[in-house]
């Protein structure tokens, strides 16, 4: 297993409130891909996709986990969200959906604050 992974779980087992940790790490990703969204700063975007690609990378791996607590249909249903802003973010940025992976982002942030 990926060592991020390994170390995120570490954490997610410290973290009495594990999904409030990952609607945070969520949050700012979107804060700071809008921002370089709105800026056109190319080097900007270029990092945070790249952040980006590492936390849904994470989310992936995650849902592949079978010990993952989530119900299946929910680990699914993420699994296709993941293949879909992974899609994305193999692009150049100035060539991908970057409003749609915000979208599928800050949708993930809000049903992980709930």
């Given at each position: 297993?990926?060592?991020?992974i390994q170390l995120y779980q570490?954490?997610?087992?410290?973290?009495?409130?594990?999904?409030?940790?990952?609607?945070?790490?969520?949050?700012?990703?979107?804060?700071?891909?809008?921002?370089?969204?709105?800026?056109?700063?190319?080097?900007?975007?270029?990092?945070?996709?790249?952040?980006?690609?590492?936390?849904?990378?994470?989310?992936?791996?995650?849902?592949?986990?079978?010990?993952?607590?989530?119900?299946?249909?929910?680990?699914?249903?993420?699994?296709?969200?993941?293949?879909?802003?992974?899609?994305?973010?193999?692009?150049?940025?100035?060539?991908?959906?970057?409003?749609?992976?915000?979208?599928?982002?800050?949708?993930?942030?809000?049903?992980?604050?709930?």
């Open positions: 297993m990926n060592k991020a570490q954490t997610r087992q410290l973290t009495p409130q594990s999904k409030q940790l990952d609607a945070q790490v969520l949050a700012q990703i979107c804060f700071a891909l809008e921002r370089a969204m709105d800026s056109r700063d190319a080097f900007a975007l270029n990092q945070v996709c790249g952040d980006c690609r590492l936390v849904w990378v994470t989310i992936r791996g995650l849902m592949l986990d079978e010990q993952h607590p989530y119900p299946q249909a929910l680990k699914q249903s993420l699994l296709q969200l993941a293949e879909t802003v992974l899609n994305e973010l193999q692009q150049d940025p100035a060539e991908a959906d970057l409003p749609l992976v915000l979208q599928i982002s800050q949708e993930l942030v809000a049903g992980l604050s709930t």
